[in-house]
């Protein structure tokens, strides 16, 4: 992108030189911090998907799929790891404390210097600038996201994303077209949909403010925000078709407006000596934004944008109070606005918005004639104030402790010297330091629970979750959590353990061994094996993970199928059940054969396949228990097979008597046909800029 001027590299100094002081006043000369609640997303979830994508990276996989979470979930789909992110994917040649560490200084560098340059798009000084890009860095969004890794890589595009739109507004031609696509593709392939869709609502409502300003090239400023907006969904096409396929049939239920109010922003906490500090999600702003506003709105210059920015910030602090606001009814009811719960994350374009208005208020200040000394104290006032308000909240452990995020060591030993293809079911205690609820990515075990976002709608059916209820992926085999805790509390827990090839259960905390009634008697078969730090039962008759049945009969349908098996005659050891897809494929068995299963040997996993031995005694159905979903293709001795929903959401594949070896391998086509739009879109780059370079030439 093209340099502003001399003082751009000044600014990019003075802004590094803030990022360096936040991160060792703040970290080096203090006592490392201890876990706190405001973490747990990076410890439960970022750290343990960062640490997957290195380690399949390492060797030399794309991590589409993550076997290692329940019985396995579409990964890049779910958005928030942020597979295609360049600026955190790349940062995977480190350490994965290192590299979350690396990713948040340099995010907090990019909030501050695209903020710079759209503060100077407006036409305001150096001074003014540097003021709104430290309001924006060191705001309380920005600082609170740095715990959301998703959050944070999403929300420093939005003032790229106003920066690129003011350019197109002043100069509308093929270059600045093509920034304004990168900029909008990074802050989707960012990964948090919830701050995009914000983001993407704003840029739709400046844009519109921008046209109008413009005058005789309204139209052509159009044409190319048109192509813009048509190169950005070309780049993020890699990213975006596996991700509707996922939430064409989710689980993730709409927010409910009581779940909103839930999490709104309230009331004024406290007013500090300069500052204002909102309650829940903090807005962090200085108090000195309130008359910049004023000034920006009425002064001489940039009026217009003052005007806007103003009236865009009241109403997202309205929208952020939810029911206690006079709007979100009516914008809960936009398409897309209804699936998110905590519209106190908007803050983040409140936080702009006052930058924007600092900015143009501070230039206003120039045309009073005032002694020069005096903007420039407010600016350093401006800056003081975000730095000493919202630096507290900069406690990040990964770079003061880099082994906070271990997962217990003995556990860790314990798992490896397991057969590789054995499932774990961890028993997940909230804010368990030891035992995150992404073990299993973390270590590369198999874990029969999982904190995701987003998950197939197969398991919202065999768990029968609420289609309202904002479930993420957590089960338990006690009765003492609730859904609306989060947990889903399994009805039939013996059977859900046999059904899902649980040989190990997981107890951190010792319920079970403390004599819990709601668990024990679903164990007592188990062999108790007493580790340092956790409490581990082993069930030696588990269902092995991969099996031949011999005796299966044909269902209707995937719905048909999930009762099948929570009736209490079906036994998984003796018989399965195929949700038929319109005519049957199989051929019918003998249902009176009495044959036991086979037991399989899992041979390889990695992120994308599984390889399987067996030596069938007849024909029959052999059934791997992990999730069946569009994209996984079979291979019997090298020649493809179909692929049958077995047993309510798993695989199962017909074979014949005799030695077999079972390939599975994840290669869905919403993959390749958005890769060929990635391609094309970055095609469309590069000659939206070459363009430029023959019109210059």
């Known amino acids: 992108m093209k340099a502003l001027g001399k003082d751009s590299g000044v600014a990019v100094l003075l802004l590094s030189l803030v990022v360096a002081c936040l991160t060792f006043d703040r970290l080096a000369s203090a006592e490392p911090p201890p876990s706190t609640f405001h973490d747990l997303d990076l410890r439960l979830y970022f750290a343990p998907a960062v640490d997957f994508v290195?380690?399949?990276?390492?060797?030399?996989?794309?991590?589409?799929?993550?076997?290692?979470?329940?019985?396995?979930?579409?990964?890049?789909?779910?958005?928030?790891?942020?597979?295609?992110?360049?600026?955190?994917?790349?940062?995977?040649?480190?350490?994965?404390?290192?590299?979350?560490?690396?990713?948040?200084?340099?995010?907090?560098?990019?909030?501050?210097?695209?903020?710079?340059?759209?503060?100077?798009?407006?036409?305001?000084?150096?001074?003014?600038?540097?003021?709104?890009?430290?309001?924006?860095?060191?705001?309380?969004?920005?600082?609170?996201?740095?715990?959301?890794?998703?959050?944070?890589?999403?929300?420093?595009?939005?003032?790229?994303?106003?920066?690129?739109?003011?350019?197109?507004?002043?100069?509308?031609?093929?270059?600045?077209?093509?920034?304004?696509?990168?900029?909008?593709?990074?802050?989707?392939?960012?990964?948090?949909?919830?701050?995009?869709?914000?983001?993407?609502?704003?840029?739709?409502?400046?844009?519109?403010?921008?046209?109008?300003?413009?005058?005789?090239?309204?139209?052509?400023?159009?044409?190319?925000?048109?192509?813009?907006?048509?190169?950005?969904?070309?780049?993020?096409?890699?990213?975006?078709?596996?991700?509707?396929?996922?939430?064409?049939?989710?689980?993730?239920?709409?927010?409910?407006?009581?779940?909103?109010?839930?999490?709104?922003?309230?009331?004024?906490?406290?007013?500090?000596?300069?500052?204002?500090?909102?309650?829940?999600?903090?807005?962090?702003?200085?108090?000195?934004?309130?008359?910049?506003?004023?000034?920006?709105?009425?002064?001489?210059?940039?009026?217009?944008?003052?005007?806007?920015?103003?009236?865009?910030?009241?109403?997202?602090?309205?929208?952020?109070?939810?029911?206690?606001?006079?709007?979100?009814?009516?914008?809960?009811?936009?398409?897309?606005?209804?699936?998110?719960?905590?519209?106190?994350?908007?803050?983040?374009?409140?936080?702009?918005?006052?930058?924007?208005?600092?900015?143009?208020?501070?230039?206003?200040?120039?045309?009073?004639?005032?002694?020069?000394?005096?903007?420039?104290?407010?600016?350093?006032?401006?800056?003081?104030?975000?730095?000493?308000?919202?630096?507290?909240?900069?406690?990040?452990?990964?770079?003061?402790?880099?082994?906070?995020?271990?997962?217990?060591?003995?556990?860790?030993?314990?798992?490896?010297?397991?057969?590789?293809?054995?499932?774990?079911?961890?028993?997940?205690?909230?804010?368990?330091?030891?035992?995150?609820?992404?073990?299993?990515?973390?270590?590369?075990?198999?874990?029969?629970n999982a904190y995701e976002p987003l998950l197939p709608g197969a398991y919202a059916r065999m768990f029968e979750i609420p289609a309202a209820t904002m479930w993420s992926g957590l089960l338990t085999v006690l009765d003492v959590f609730k859904v609306e805790e989060g947990f889903r509390p399994l009805q039939q827990k013996k059977e859900f353990l046999d059904l899902f090839s649980v040989r190990f259960y997981v107890d951190p905390k010792g319920e079970v061994g403390s004599g819990n009634p709601h668990l024990s008697s679903k164990l007592r078969e188990a062999r108790r094996v007493q580790l340092a730090d956790v409490h581990v039962f082993e069930r030696e008759a588990a269902l092995p993970r991969a099996y031949v049945a011999y005796d299966y009969r044909h269902l209707p349908n995937e719905t048909s199928a999930i009762a099948a098996t929570k009736q209490p005659a079906f036994d998984p050891r003796r018989t399965a059940v195929v949700a038929s897809s319109g005519d049957p494929s199989l051929h019918a068995p003998s249902v009176s054969s009495g044959m036991e299963l086979t037991a399989a040997t899992v041979t390889r996993v990695t992120a994308n396949a599984v390889d399987v031995e067996v030596r069938a005694e007849a024909g029959g159905l052999l059934v791997l228990t992990d999730l069946d979903y569009p994209g996984w293709h079979a291979k019997i001795d090298g020649s493809p097979v179909e692929i049958h929903r077995t047993n309510g959401i798993f695989r199962g594949v017909e074979i014949t008597a005799g030695a077999h070896v079972v390939q599975f391998h994840y290669s869905p086509r919403t993959f390749h046909l958005g890769l060929a739009m990635t391609v094309a879109g970055a095609v469309s780059f590069v000659g939206l800029l070459a363009m430029r370079g023959r019109r210059d030439g």
């Open 54 to 448: 290195r380690a399949s990276l390492w060797n030399g996989e794309l991590p589409l799929w993550n076997p290692f979470q329940l019985a396995g979930y579409p990964f890049a789909a779910t958005l928030q790891p942020a597979l295609y992110y360049p600026l955190l994917t790349t940062l995977t040649i480190f350490p994965t404390t290192t590299a979350l560490s690396v990713h948040v200084v340099v995010h907090l560098l990019l909030a501050g210097t695209f903020t710079w340059s759209y503060a100077r798009s407006l036409g305001t000084s150096p001074i003014a600038a540097f003021a709104a890009a430290c309001v924006y860095m060191l705001s309380a969004p920005v600082m609170n996201a740095i715990f959301n890794t998703a959050m944070l890589s999403s929300i420093v595009w939005l003032p790229a994303l106003a920066w690129r739109i003011e350019a197109l507004r002043r100069d509308p031609k093929p270059s600045n077209a093509a920034w304004l696509a990168l900029a909008l593709a990074l802050a989707f392939l960012a990964g948090h949909p919830q701050t995009f869709l914000y983001t993407a609502q704003f840029c739709a409502l400046y844009g519109f403010f921008v046209l109008a300003l413009r005058g005789e090239s309204r139209l052509r400023a159009s044409a190319w925000l048109s192509v813009s907006c048509a190169c950005a969904l070309l780049l993020v096409g890699v990213q975006l078709l596996p991700s509707l396929e996922l939430v064409s049939d989710a689980v993730r239920g709409s927010s409910s407006l009581g779940m909103a109010a839930g999490s709104a922003w309230e009331e004024l906490s406290r007013l500090s000596m300069f500052s204002l500090r909102p309650g829940g999600e903090a807005v962090g702003l200085p108090l000195l934004t309130i008359p910049a506003a004023v000034i920006a709105a009425i002064g001489r210059r940039r009026r217009e944008h003052g005007t806007f920015l103003l009236v865009l910030g009241v109403i997202v602090l309205d929208l952020m109070r939810a029911q206690g606001g006079v709007l979100y009814d009516g914008y809960s009811r936009l398409p897309l606005a209804g699936l998110f719960r905590e519209p106190s994350r908007m803050a983040f374009i409140v936080a702009l918005c006052a930058s924007g208005l600092i900015a143009c208020a501070l230039d206003n200040l120039r045309t009073w004639r005032l002694p020069r000394i005096i903007p420039v104290a407010i600016a350093s006032m401006l800056c003081a104030d975000s730095y000493l308000a919202n630096a507290p909240n900069f406690h990040y452990a990964p770079l003061a402790r880099p082994d906070v995020y271990r997962i217990s060591a003995t556990l860790e030993r314990f798992a490896k010297a397991q057969a590789s293809e054995q499932r774990f079911f961890i028993e997940d205690f909230f804010q368990s330091s030891r035992l995150p609820h992404n073990t299993g990515q973390a270590l590369r075990i198999f874990v029969n």
